[in-house]
């Protein structure tokens, strides 16, 4: 007769999870991490090695094909909303397995929308492999991101989510330094977007024959039935979407950023350096900031990750010179360090394991919903208005999700408890 796995404790959701066991050491506890989350992680590199080397160089496009800056918001915003739909609905399809076949086919179609955009004549046909590429990442987020929680204790959850989003930052890091060098080489945009989108499709092979989804399941919380009804949301799930939906009001496309580099004076070709710099940032600030939410609150630390969002907005707003850009980049990455991976790592604290399919895909569908009214909004309001207006309304939304996410951490359902005496 089998034994019942035994359950491992749960952190308490946005405070002080356990510790986890064994050596302190950073590097020993990135080895610790499992297979299954170095492979998602190299992934999510070489995928953003193909999307990086384009977005940089996609609004410049998309001027030559004749389109404003509010066709620009429409496309950014309806193909992220298109993938929210798609979330929602492929989180839910992942508690019931299999999580491999859509994590891989999630990210094996940008790689043919991005070949689409490299033979785009109009900026409707980019607004079209935009949909498509979207609807890849709608596939995937979801189900690669309850892998990822399931296969690590949950004193580990923000490490893994931190490794994940270091090695995202690092492929973006390295997508426009190839477009630089494509382009310093003589190739057009046209067939610097053709070559990137080979970096995307390796991305999707490397887990078809890889990635085994059972190989590991070191977090037994929860039922072990994983249909729909397996698992459970807990208590302070719905406030803290409430919060990440008033941030993601405020958090348009990362392409106004570029724009408005551009007006202060980066020229086009300087653009994907500049990028460079800010995703190697990144990179280097994920993992800490996961470790960090490990040891701490991590409503805290996502909270003080969105105020230095809204305070580089304001700045970004305000900014005159090229310099003043690159200082704001670099604290723009301060945001990107604590609080990708600490987010993801609250929502694995609220949902039982059977559920976690369902939260990320409502987690990743309701911010993506979001991103159509903001970025349809930014490009409106720039357009008629200007940078500074446009970008101090992303600023304002994002300090009302930070306020609302530190009123959860200290009174609310988020709050840290204190631990019971012996």
């Known amino acids: 007769m089998n034994r019942p796995p035994e359950p491992i404790a749960e952190p308490d959701p946005g405070g002080q999870p356990p510790r986890a066991s064994g050596g302190s050491a950073p590097l020993g506890a990135l080895r610790a991490l499992p297979r299954v989350v ?41 193909a992220d909303a298109l993938a929210s739909i798609i979330k929602m ?9 299999p999580r491999r076949l859509l994590v891989a086919g999630g990210y094996a179609l940008p790689a043919v929308a991005r070949a689409g955009i490299a033979a785009a ?11 498509l590429d979207r609807a890849g990442k709608g596939i995937r987020s979801g189900p690669r991101d309850a892998l990822i929680a399931d296969s690590v204790a949950p004193s580990q959850r923000g490490r893994a989510f931190g490794l994940n989003r270091s ?21 057009s945009l046209r067939t610097t977007f053709a070559i990137a989108s080979l970096f995307g499709l390796m991305a999707p092979v490397v887990l078809f024959f890889r990635l085994r989804e059972s190989e590991q399941l070191a977090d037994r919380s929860g039922p072990l039935d994983t249909r729909p009804r397996g698992g459970t949301l807990r208590r302070g799930f719905s406030a803290y979407l409430v919060a990440c939906v008033l941030f993601a009001f405020g958090n348009s496309s990362d392409a106004f950023l570029l724009v408005r580099a551009h007006e202060v004076g980066w020229s086009a070709t300087a653009l994907p350096l500049l990028w460079t710099f800010h995703h190697l940032v990144k990179s280097t600030a994920a993992l800490p900031g996961g470790a960090l939410s490990d040891r701490h609150s991590r409503a805290l630390v996502v909270a003080a990750g969105w105020t230095a969002y809204a305070l580089t907005y304001v700045g970004f707003a305000f900014a005159s010179a090229r310099w003043q850009i690159l200082i704001l980049l670099l604290a723009y990455a301060l945001y990107h360090g604590l609080a990708e991976g600490a987010e993801r790592a609250i929502i694995a604290d609220l949902a039982q394991r059977g559920a976690r399919g369902r939260a990320f895909g409502l987690y990743h569908g309701l911010i993506g919903v979001a991103a159509l009214p903001a970025g349809l909004g930014t490009g409106w309001i720039w357009d008629r208005w200007g940078a500074v207006y446009a970008l101090s309304l992303n600023a304002g939304f994002a300090a009302l999700g930070a306020l609302w996410l530190f009123a959860l951490s200290f009174v609310g359902p988020l709050r840290r408890t204190v631990p019971a005496a012996r």
């Open 89 to 97: 609905a492929a989180g839910k399809l992942s508690d019931r397995g």
């Open 167 to 187: 090695m995202d930052h690092f492929g973006a890091a390295l997508g426009p330094v190839i477009a630089w060098a494509l382009l310093s080489l003589g190739a």
């Open 121 to 131: 004549l109009a900026p409707w046909h980019v607004l079209g492999a935009r949909l």
């Open 38 to 78: 170095w492979l998602l992680g190299l992934a999510s590199l070489l995928n953003d090695v193909s999307s990086e080397a384009i977005f940089p160089l996609l609004p410049t496009f998309l001027v030559s094909l004749g389109a404003p800056m509010s066709f620009l918001g429409l496309i950014e915003g309806s």
